[in-house]
């Protein structure tokens, strides 16, 4: 069973930066695809970036583009998501994903493992 861990949300303000940390455990392979969604309030949750395995393929909502990078560090297991130059329309919880099903998906029930989820607020 995939367990997977967010750290790095807090409060930033308008035009700040944060990075944002998964760690992955428990059986993640060269299969995986890992991803990031956010949801704000009275929203749906909605795809915001994705790394294959090697870190060698990436995908990003339009929203992100530009503004937001995702990695992985492959000894340790994890994926990051630096995010700049913020808006108060980044404000949302965002979540930690994992699936085996490929390349490109974006919808929520493409994947199939999730984090917790962390904060984020930007502030104006």
């Known amino acids: 069973q995939v367990q997977l861990v967010e750290s790095g949300g807090g409060l930033v303000q308008v035009g700040g930066s944060l990075r944002l940390s998964c760690a992955a455990s428990?059986?993640?392979?060269?299969?995986?695809?890992m991803g990031w969604f956010r949801q704000a309030p009275g929203k749906e949750r909605e795809f915001v970036a994705a790394?294959?395995?090697?870190?060698?393929?990436?995908w990003f909502a339009n929203s992100v583009s530009g503004r937001f990078t995702i990695s992985r560090d492959t000894a340790k297991n994890t994926v990051n998501l630096q995010m700049n130059s913020l808006k108060p329309e980044d404000t949302a919880v965002y979540y930690c994903?994992?699936?085996?099903?490929?390349?490109?998906?974006?919808?929520?029930?493409?994947?199939?493992?999730w984090g917790q989820g962390t904060q984020v607020t930007v502030s104006s």
């Open positions: 994903a994992a699936t085996e099903r490929g390349l490109g998906h974006r919808a929520p029930d493409q994947y199939d493992y």
């Open positions: 428990g059986g993640t392979s060269s299969s995986y695809v």
């Open positions: 790394v294959n395995w090697s870190g060698g393929v990436r």
